[in-house]
């Protein structure tokens, strides 16, 4: 299985650039789109049939199917930037795949079964090969998936950031909700599909206000039913959205704007991988899956299912079938992004990318289009964040009614929001740069086996990750310029070598030192 997985599959992939792309590159232009749909249903297919599936040889196998569909696809773009991203992918699933399958022997070597369902546990038995398939999976998935599973086999944020101190989870819990609620995120919403709307309706102060009330408003009396949400965005919502979504793609791939993707800029030239992950601290996506599992639990357990493990399952679950849809989005939207930087270069946003490129594609139609699909989708994720926040804090101050929380959040948002997209985004990028590194440290540190020996290891870790993010994102007489002099603060990665330093610090503390 390591070789066919690790070195056979990429024959397919070798053969499509070497011999079908060199031989007939005028087929390989004119039939290409087929190919593209087709190997878009297989990535999709593989990704949801991994999902289902409880043997683990057939997880890794399904999920190899959609991984090299993600291969042909880069490769029928046609284009070097896809051609070098294929190369990449095929030699990391190679990689990751092959690790797989020689941990999954290794597991079946020692408890004679495959079967998912009767593994339960098994970090307790074998600490250090659970810990090597954690790590493989981190190759495999996206923070936000592993944010809702992280929170889903702790018991909610509180007890996962418990594992700190008490008071850390107090206040972090308190900072993540503020984030991705009234301060930062739930503004953004308003903003981000006003800005779509604009060239529709116009963009002057006075109307963008009338939005946003109208907007809040809306969200508002949506989101006073929490338990509701899996009917009306779920069911009704969400499907619109990932069809508009389609619509722009499709149009994308059978009249392309551009014959290649425009030029990076410098920061993405040099170092892609890395800016890509700083970038993304914007979409605030990590932080909000530490808070979509109690939606997500709460959701599940509407449905008449009390059962605490059978609920937990479901959101992991839940949480694997949202980055499988995460990660088709965001292919395509980078697909689509990248040709609209070749067609119209210097756009400030996303946002206007994404306009400039519906109006090139479907005229007046296309920003028709734009804006239905950002109302939607920046409505949908409202709503969740209103009912995330307001139930946190109706928890933490259950004297308030839930919906006079959720009243002042939305009208709170509704002030922020209209200082405009480009201003919040000047505002969160400092605070979250403080906050995201602490998230992610916090994430890995929970797939640690028993927690509960590893209270040195997660206060060391957190505090030192804490100071140097803080110190970087923030200016600290004194201890900024130290810190920011760290190797890799410079890429915005400073915060590892303080995180890998208090890792060592908690696993050598003596067994009396980390009692007390």
Not at 23 to 38: D, Q, T, V
Not at 192 to 211: E, K
Not at 374 to 393: D, E, P, R, S
């Amino acid at each position: 299985s390591m070789l066919h997985a690790g070195v056979l599959m990429k024959l397919g992939g070798y053969g499509c650039f070497r011999i079908a792309m060199y031989l007939m590159p005028e087929a390989a232009n004119e039939l290409s789109w087929i190919f593209l749909i087709l190997t878009g249903i297989s990535v999709v297919y593989g990704a949801f049939s991994a999902c289902v599936q409880t043997d683990l040889k057939y997880i890794n196998a399904y999920s190899s199917v959609s991984h090299c569909g993600l291969v042909l696809f880069a490769i029928l773009m046609l284009n070097q930037t896809a051609a070098t991203g294929a190369i990449l992918q095929m030699l990391s699933h190679g990689l990751m795949t092959a690790l797989f399958f020689a941990l999954i022997g290794m597991i079946y070597g020692r408890t004679h079964t495959r079967d998912v369902r009767e593994l339960a546990g098994l970090m307790k038995i074998m600490p250090f090969l659970s810990v090597c398939y954690v790590i493989a999976g981190l190759a495999n998935l996206g923070l936000p998936v592993i944010g809702v599973i992280a929170v889903a086999r702790a018991g909610g944020l509180s007890e996962l950031a418990g594992r700190v101190h008490p008071r850390f989870a107090q206040i972090f819990a308190l900072l993540v909700y503020l984030s991705i609620g009234p301060c930062l995120a739930i503004p953004r919403t308003a903003s981000t599909s006003f800005q779509m709307l604009a060239p529709l309706i116009g963009g002057d102060a006075m109307r963008q206000l009338i939005y946003s009330i109208m907007f809040f408003a809306a969200a508002f009396f949506v989101a006073l039913h929490p338990e509701k949400l899996t009917s009306w965005l779920g069911r009704i919502l969400c499907p619109t959205l990932i069809v508009l979504i389609f619509v722009l793609f499709f149009g994308c791939l059978f009249h392309p704007v551009a014959e290649h993707y425009g030029v990076p800029t410098a920061a993405y030239a040099s170092l892609p991988g890395l800016t890509g992950i700083l970038n993304g601290y914007q979409t605030m996506d990590t932080l909000a899956a530490l808070n979509f599992g109690a939606v997500i639990a709460l959701n599940i357990r509407d449905y008449g299912i009390e059962d605490e493990q059978q609920v937990r399952r479901s959101t992991i679950r839940a949480g694997w079938i949202a980055g499988a849809m995460l990660l088709l989005v965001y292919a395509m939207l980078t697909h689509v992004g990248a040709l609209s930087g070749a067609a119209w270069p210097g756009g400030s946003t996303g946002a206007d990318t994404l306009s400039n490129i519906a109006r090139g594609l479907f005229g007046p139609v296309g920003q028709v289009l734009l804006a239905a699909i950002f109302v939607i989708a920046c409505f949908n994720t409202c709503v969740g964040l209103i009912a995330c926040v307001g139930q946190y804090f109706h928890e933490l101050l259950p004297r308030i009614p839930y919906p006079a929380i959720a009243a002042f959040f939305a009208a709170a948002s509704m002030i922020i929001s209209n200082i405009g997209l480009e201003g919040i985004i000047r505002l969160s990028t400092p605070v979250l740069n403080a906050i995201y590194p602490v998230a992610i440290v916090l994430i890995v540190l929970s797939f640690l086996p028993k927690p509960e020996k590893h209270g040195a290891v997660y206060r060391f870790c957190i505090a030192f990750t804490a100071v140097q993010s803080i110190a970087a994102a923030f200016p600290i007489p004194v201890l900024s310029p130290l810190l920011r002099a760290l190797p890799l603060n410079a890429l915005g990665f400073g915060w590892l070598i303080p995180a890998a330093v208090g890792l060592l610090i908690g696993l050598l503390l003596p067994k009396k030192t980390e009692k007390a």
